[in-house]
């Protein structure tokens, strides 16, 4: 996949059963050995809630938007303020 210029892997955090917070430390390792960046997809509140698990986080981290960040106004208030 290097070789194809893939640079990054993506954890889909939002589907049920895709991905799980728990998989994403041991995977960075690998990630950021091949300078690649792990980019994370999950709602804006449980960003909030993981924060520690990406304070584990080797390399760089991107969260990537698609307008998951917002599940409700009360969500926007509570995660952004």
């Known amino acids: 996949m290097h070789d194809l210029d893939v640079r990054g892997s993506r954890f889909d955090l939002v ?3 895709a991905t799980a917070p728990e998989m994403l430390e041991p995977l960075s390792g690998r990630a950021d050995e091949l300078g690649w960046y792990c980019q994370i997809d999950m709602w804006g ?3 909030v809630t993981a924060a520690d698990t990406f304070l584990q986080i080797r390399g760089k981290l991107v969260f990537d ?5 917002c599940r409700g106004a009360a969500r926007v208030e509570r995660t952004w303020l």
């Open 45 to 47: 509140d449980e960003i």
């Open 65 to 69: 938007g698609q307008a998951t960040y």
């Open 15 to 17: 589907q049920a059963r």
